[in-house]
């Protein structure tokens, strides 16, 4: 066991040395803690802690680890095969009849709290924080005197804050209204959702007026700064969640915004992707397992690839037979995506896959105490960005772009002026195609992956377009991350699934509004 | 000079002889063959109608109903609805809700409110189960809600001018959302569940084979009326101006025809004539739950339609039974190549067979007439 918690012990010992002649464990004691009511362990569990020493911790440690017997009237470690007495430590024969100790989950939960107590007095600076964050937490009055004890020797400033905090969090279970009352005022300098929700749960079960208002007034003092993290937030999922609408209507308004096919299977465009990332997971995880953490940087050309070349197949096979038939293609595709879906069924299972973040996209940075950008969403709104930049650039600077333009503006001029249009149908599918495979490679890392992935998204991504205007890229990004912050700022309001209802009822008006979507082409024609 | 008056071609008949024999030939089957073949031949019987071939006809009748109210819309008015299968659940919800009152007191916990109201701890009815103890206010609601709900759906569509895919995209979205709000608990419909455990038809138990075969009998009932209504519809005059703003609209206005009205009276019947099919469906089947309204459920609508062939109405019925008759026969022999063959259905039939089975039909026959 020492090996395994070296700080605490050394800094248990340290404190021991330091704090003058701490009364040690007792046999009493220990079988106080193991055995009798629920209630009454943990009254032993809080007693214990406030003149814990080495054996103490040990003791409780065993107890969390299961590793506690009970045998004759006594509470005994075993560990293997061996007792052992936790009082001297000695080696203590264990008899046939020894009894298991069994934790619920409450008893588990005041072990854990009372190992990090015990952690609130050691040596490291990032153990007693924790610690203190822990107790934060969890707060319970009959910590008090664990709280003080700890505040009483520490030097640290920041946690000395925390622990002012977690003092003021078990002070409001106190049975002293005007404790609670100070507590509440304590409790309100700071502005995290932990603290609120611990005001919010007090109030709830408060009887004393006066305390009430305490209460209610650091509620408002809290809302009130949480607020700015709260909109930020919002904001920025909204944002985030634009992104991944932009990824996934980019690819479509190539297909469908510029050639006018109802590609019902973009969706399963993108599964492609998001499969041909998990296949790249699995080719790392086996054969370079030390360069894991890139083996999304090698998914990411391999995902366009694999649905350009699916794609390119499709346009060949069947869409060229379609041209001019909308409605035609979207029962063609809707039967190629069903197809698509079954063969993924039929390779992989019809399980979702894990597909892992790698190491350096899970985390985040934290602005404000409500507020913290996970990495990986943070990646995903740059690589929208990225993928939006790179078409525009192919539309409107290369000569693949050109020629795109040209057929979809005036067929039979561009064939005349030698343009091989059935070519450029082909290429301009492929890479809407392999627009929708990098959006599932991105998709990958944010959501599930599994066959019905792409049936998840289709309505969004057809939305998306729709609404931005068919063949107007800049109406996508505006339709994208308008439908993604509104649909979050709704979601805060009505939660998520009325705040869905909410965009869908919003798109129809919308649509009744301006039929053309936000940027309507601009022509004389009647129809 | 007076010129002789206009001579116009007499009106065609509904039906030709033939049609009128074939329409009485199917009502003698549904009527008499069925009950007979199902009820009096001992199950040994080389013609016996097993109980499950009676269950999945019926089921696939209903279906030929949506079928030919999609043919209605999209073969004859050029509008591709993706959202019928929001009318179709919408009967069907109406009719469920009935029989989950009509289970009474007989339900898992006893009590006069349907058993999922129990579980999410309710105390009374939510106001839109007024009507629901009443079979006459039912059949009302059948048509009234779905025809309202597409009426003024359809009215703000078609004013606005919305057609084509735009049209479907947003009907789609409109179906998509529907069955987000039947999913949550709190609308009162059942949440993921939907309703289930009916056990009672007008006070009558609902699973009997008797009651079984009054309402396939029924059901074929409807699908004859609906067949005739529709092709008295197609023919009027009415329906030549539907066939016209299908073929070209702009000139049907030209022509001092405002296309709003036919095409939002067009829509709203074939949106009942769903929900009536939903209706029937939901005590043959016994559940009704938000996944009919799934947008995959409506695109296999115009899936059968195609299948048959558009602008016939006999196709799209065949269509339903061609592709459901197959979806039941394998899903049990081989439930991995379903969705397959279904794909590789809808691919084929847009690249091979734009007529669908009835246009193959139709060409049969022209080479046969060629033949000396």
């Not at chain 1, 066991?1 to 340290?14: G, K, N, V």
């Not at chain 1, 909204?238 to 991944?244: D, T, V």
């Not at chain 2, 029989?99 to 007989?106: S, T």
């Amino acid at each position: 066991m020492p090996r395994r918690f070296p700080l605490l012990w050394a800094s248990l010992a340290l404190w021991a040395a330091t704090a003058g002649p701490a009364r040690a464990l007792t046999a009493g004691q220990a079988l106080a803690m193991a055995a009798g009511s629920t209630d009454e362990r943990v009254a032993a569990v809080q007693q214990a802690v406030l003149d814990a020493d080495e054996r103490t911790a040990a003791f409780l440690q065993a107890l969390a680890d299961d590793a506690v017997q009970l045998a004759a009237g006594k509470a005994l470690i075993v560990r293997g095969d061996q007792g052992q007495d936790p009082v001297t430590g000695a080696e203590a024969p264990l008899p046939e009849d020894a009894e298991e100790i069994i934790n619920n989950n409450r008893m588990r939960g005041e072990i854990d709290t009372a190992l990090a107590g015990l952690a609130l007095l050691g040596q490291d600076p990032a153990r007693r924080l924790a610690a203190a964050q822990a107790l934060m937490r969890a707060p319970d009055a009959g910590r008090l005197a664990l709280l003080d004890k700890a505040l009483a020797q520490e030097t640290h400033a920041p946690i000395r804050a925390r622990l002012e905090l977690a003092r003021a969090a078990a002070m409001l279970g106190s049975a002293d209204a005007s404790l609670r009352r100070a507590a509440a005022q304590t409790l309100s300098a700071s502005a995290t959702p932990d603290t609120r929700r611990l005001l919010n749960e007090r109030a709830a079960l408060e009887d004393d007026a006066q305390v009430q208002a305490a209460l209610q007034a650091a509620l408002r003092a809290i809302d009130g700064r949480l607020a700015w993290g709260e909109r930020l937030g919002a904001l920025f999922s909204g944002i985030s969640l634009g992104s991944i609408l932009l990824l996934v209507a980019l690819g479509l308004a190539i297909t469908y915004g510029l050639m006018g096919v109802i590609n019902m299977a973009h969706g399963e465009l993108m599964m492609i992707g998001a499969y041909a990332t998990f296949a790249v997971q699995g080719v790392f995880r086996q054969y370079l397992p030390a360069a894991f953490d890139w083996y999304l940087v090698a998914a990411l050309p391999l995902a366009f690839a694999a649905s350009a070349l699916v794609g390119a197949v499709l346009e060949r096979g069947v869409l060229r037979f379609l041209y001019g038939r909308p409605l035609e293609t979207l029962l063609a595709t809707w039967g190629i995506s069903l197809v698509l879906m079954q063969l993924v069924r039929t390779l992989f299972g019809a399980q979702n896959v894990g597909v892992e973040n790698p190491a350096w996209m899970s985390g985040g940075v934290q602005l404000l105490p409500n507020l913290t950008l996970p990495y990986n969403r943070l990646v995903i709104i740059g690589f929208a960005l990225a993928v939006l930049l790179g078409m525009g650039w192919i539309i409107a600077r290369t000569r693949l772009g050109l020629w795109v333009r040209g057929v979809t503006q005036n067929r039979p001029i561009a064939a005349c002026m030698g343009v091989n249009t059935a070519r450029i149908d082909t290429l301009a599918f492929a890479l809407g195609s392999g627009i929708a495979g990098l959006a599932g490679c991105a998709l990958s890392q944010v959501g599930n992956v599994g066959p019905d992935l792409g049936q998840n998204y289709i309505v969004d991504a057809f939305m998306v377009v729709v609404l931005g205007g068919v063949g107007q890229l800049a109406g996508t990004v505006y339709a994208a991350l308008g439908l993604g912050v509104l649909g979050k700022f709704l979601e805060g309001w009505a939660g998520a699934v009325l705040a869905k209802i909410a965009v869908l009822v919003f798109i129809i008006i919308f649509i009744q509004k301006r039929p053309q979507g936000i940027f309507a082409a601009k022509g004389r024609s009647f129809e | 000079m007076i010129t002789s008056p206009l001579q116009l071609p007499a009106p065609a008949p509904l039906f030709t002889r033939a049609g009128w024999s074939a329409c009485a030939v199917a009502l003698l089957a549904v009527c008499a063959l069925a009950p007979v073949l199902n009820l009096w031949l001992p199950a040994g019987s080389l013609l016996h109608l097993s109980d499950y071939t009676v269950a999945l006809l019926g089921k696939i009748m209903c279906y030929a109903i949506c079928a030919l109210a999609m043919d209605l819309i999209w073969g004859y008015t050029g509008i591709l609805s993706l959202g019928h299968g929001l009318f179709f659940a919408l009967g069907g919800y109406v009719m469920g809700m009935y029989l989950m009152r009509q289970i009474g007191r007989d339900g898992n916990y006893q009590s006069a409110l349907p058993d999922f109201m129990v579980f999410l701890d309710w105390k009374a009815l939510p106001w839109h189960w007024a009507l629901s103890d009443s079979f006459a206010a039912t059949l009302v609601l059948i048509v009234a809600v779905p025809g309202l709900v597409a009426w003024v759906f359809g009215y703000f569509a078609f004013r606005s001018r919305i057609k084509g895919v735009y049209f479907s995209i947003i009907t789609q979205a409109m179906t998509y959302a529907a069955m987000l709000l039947f999913f949550r608990n709190e609308t009162g419909f059942g949440g993921n569940n939907g309703f289930t455990d009916f056990k009672r038809i007008l006070g009558q138990p609902i699973a009997t084979q008797n009651m079984r075969m009054l309402l396939f009998v029924l059901t074929g009932l409807t699908l004859l009326g609906f067949f005739v209504l529709a092709r008295a519809l197609v023919r009027s005059k009415f329906g030549l101006v539907l066939q016209a703003v299908r073929d070209a609209e702009s000139r049907v206005m030209f022509s001092g025809y405002a296309p709003l009205p036919y095409k939002l009276t067009i829509w709203t019947i074939s949106a009942m004539m769903c929900a009536v099919a939903g209706a029937l469906y939901v005590p043959q089947v016994g559940i009704i739950n938000p996944g009919e309204m799934s947008p995959a459920n409506s695109i296999e609508i115009a899936i059968w339609a195609a299948v048959g062939g558009r602008a016939t109405l006999i196709g799209p019925i065949i269509g339903a039974f061609i592709v459901n008759g197959a979806k039941s026969w394998l899903t049990v022999a081989a439930p991995e190549f379903w969705l397959y063959f279904l794909g590789a259905l809808f691919i084929a039939v847009t690249l091979f067979l734009p007529g669908g089975v009835m246009g193959l039909v139709r060409q049969c026959k022209n080479r046969l007439g060629a033949w000396p």
